[in-house]
């Protein structure tokens, strides 16, 4: 899942500061409430089939099910799996999983079966059935959808047994069908609303009406998502009740949430309220005065983090998570774009020029105490299909400037990189306010302004550059280089960030991951059989050929995997994540105050 993202932003435009908001609560224990700061603010908080996948978007929606809207099945900060949902984890020993087998040993499809238990119910009071699933399914199937990825939904079948089991086929085969479920969406709910989107653009063209199509999904999915309209009915322990804009958004605990803490639900967190505050030293000022009782996943900086474990005070607590976000910089690739032709972005050797021209094994050890792993490729070194012999880029201007050279770029008057009367110069962009990522950018611009490459730095708030006409513009060339994240289960490496399939485009509504526009024949054969080996030991080989073309290409220039740093006072329990869990939401049933009797079940070390 990307840290970033799509769909409709709104603007952060309110700056919070020390002094405690008007007509919002303090933080603290007293009203057994909790009060999050985070850097970020989504665009919606309620998408079954996360058209906006952004990581803000994602931890909320675990306070209200999960970001496919509710968890079958779930993973807790060791990686192993837990039923929510669901009355057990299916497996092969309960005979839940099953693998069907040709003559030769070789798995055909997969099949798994659950059941939802008989307490499970929506917000409303409201039973969840298979139908639930079975709606979810049928629109993350339809084509008109901008969801990023299809797979492996778009071969998937479910077959409803009785009023509470249902069976989820895949043919072919999905590698990791145990591992993960579908998403539910409240078909009661949303289906007068998806009809009237389905009726309105059932004839449309998918090219030609590709805007009108995107615009009635907007439509759609803003009925339920937005702080205007407000999801009427979740599936998870916690339900949105109030959005102030650019400030805040409360949820208060759902009582008809079936997974009961220890001692009951009354002695931990009754309600939750995000605080929006995109400037991150404002959200570190907000800490010091004791405004919030903990961080979001989202929210300081490494170095900020630093200074606050450094001061030692005794009111808060801060730790530092290894996790599944990659930090990196996309490289416009798209060639119908003028600029990448002018500058040859296109060509392989002045990415790898661009990639040789930065240290970032000195970046890391000044800014993270080289605590932040440097990255040869997009995948996590935690991964069991992670290349550690990858092309490793090490820093070496002499052979970066021999690179530009060879591509035709050589010095000119003033030492900036000239071709074809043409200079070197690229848009460097990021979200700003973010304090390590603007400091990131003045280092890699100083190192490239010594091998003649001039970079200009422009930035704008996370919901301009998250947007899906920006991220996903590159075909339109809305960025040079663009700076941020993706988070992803490093179990479930599936290596799709890169195929061809998930390129953003106008025609499916900029959704995709492919940013930068990549195009490998031989990555897709391989990403192709990967998704269908169970063989680990092949898989690995597949991966290693998958991960050795990326890196000979350089479609992004791989920075580091982070560790992420929260922040959190030590009164609050069970406020914990891991690069498995992804978010603290994760067990928010569980989260609660030491003083108000809550029982301390997992512990962040």
């Not at 040709?102 to 917000?123: C, E, F, L, P, Q």
């Not at 200079?423 to 890699?444: C, D």
Request: charged share 20%; net charge positive; glycine share 8%.
């Amino acid at each position: 899942m990307k840290a970033r993202n799509i769909g409709s932003w709104l603007t952060l435009s309110l700056v919070l500061t020390a002094a405690p908001l008007a007509g919002t609560a303090l933080a603290g224990q007293a009203n057994n409430s909790l009060v999050i700061g985070t850097s970020q603010e989504p665009p919606n908080i309620y998408d079954p089939w996360q058209t906006n996948n952004l990581a803000i978007t994602s931890e909320i929606n675990g306070y209200m099910g999960g970001p496919n809207g509710g968890n079958l099945v779930a993973k807790d900060n060791d990686g192993n799996l837990y039923a929510d949902i669901a009355s057990a984890v299916p497996t092969l020993a309960n005979g839940g999983y099953k693998l069907t087998k040709n003559a030769k040993g070789d798995v055909t499809s997969n099949s798994v079966t659950y059941t939802i238990r008989k307490d499970a119910k929506w917000s409303d009071g409201t039973a969840i059935t298979p139908k639930d699933f079975q709606f979810w399914l049928k629109v993350e199937q339809d084509d008109r959808v901008p969801v990023p990825s299809r797979d492996p939904w778009n071969t998937a079948k479910i077959t409803v047994q009785d009023s509470d089991t249902f069976t989820i086929t895949y043919d072919p085969p999905y590698l990791f069908a145990d591992q993960v479920s579908p998403g539910v969406a409240p078909s009661v709910s949303m289906a007068s609303a998806w009809n009237a989107f389905d009726s309105s653009t059932a004839k449309l063209d998918p090219k030609t009406g590709a805007k009108a199509i995107n615009d009635g999904w907007v439509k759609f999915i803003s009925g339920f998502t937005t702080s205007r309209n407000l999801p009427k009915v979740v599936a998870g322990p916690f339900k949105p009740t109030a959005w102030r804009a650019g400030n805040s958004l409360t949820l208060t605990r759902n009582p008809y949430y079936w997974r009961i803490p220890k001692g009951g639900a009354d002695k931990y967190v009754q309600s939750v309220q995000y605080r929006f505050i995109p400037n991150t030293n404002t959200l570190k000022v907000n800490v010091l005065s004791g405004q919030i009782d903990a961080l979001s996943a989202v929210g300081l900086t490494f170095d900020q983090g630093l200074d606050l474990q450094r001061s030692q005070r005794s009111t808060y607590k801060t730790f530092f998570v290894p996790s599944a976000t990659w930090e990196h910089i996309d490289i416009n690739g798209f060639s119908n774009v003028q600029k990448v032709q002018d500058l040859d972005l296109n060509d392989k050797r002045v990415r790898q020029a661009l990639l040789y021209s930065i240290d970032r094994a000195a970046l890391t050890k000044a800014l993270f105490q080289s605590k932040q792993q440097v990255s040869n490729t997009f995948v996590n070194p935690i991964s069991k299909v992670y290349k550690k012999d990858a092309k490793a880029y090490d820093f070496d201007p002499a052979k970066a400037k021999a690179l530009f050279a060879s591509a035709g770029w050589t010095p000119g008057s003033d030492g900036v990189l000239t071709k074809s009367g043409k200079k070197f110069v690229l848009n460097f962009t990021t979200t700003a306010g973010n304090t390590t990522r603007e400091r990131v950018q003045q280092i890699l611009q100083a190192q490239w302004k010594t091998v003649g490459v001039q970079v200009n730095i422009q930035n704008f708030p996370s919901s301009v550059v998250f947007a899906n006409d920006f991220i996903g513009g590159g075909s339109n060339g809305k960025w040079d280089l663009l700076m941020y994240a993706w988070t992803a289960d490093p179990s479930l490496e599936k290596g799709n960030l890169f195929s061809s399939t998930q390129i953003p485009t106008g025609a499916n509504g900029y959704a995709g991951q492919n940013e930068p526009g990549w195009k490998n024949t031989e990555y897709d054969s391989l990403w192709t059989q990967a998704n269908t080996e169970f063989d680990l030991a092949q898989r690995v080989k597949l991966f290693d050929k998958m991960q050795a073309l990326w890196a000979e290409d350089v479609p992004s220039l791989p920075l580091y995997f982070r560790v992420n740093v929260y922040t959190k006072v030590p009164a609050l329990l069970n406020y914990t994540f891991s690069a498995y869990s992804l978010y603290p939401s994760w067990n928010a049933y569980q989260i609660g105050w030491a003083g108000k009797g809550a029982a301390e079940i997992d512990v962040q070390k």
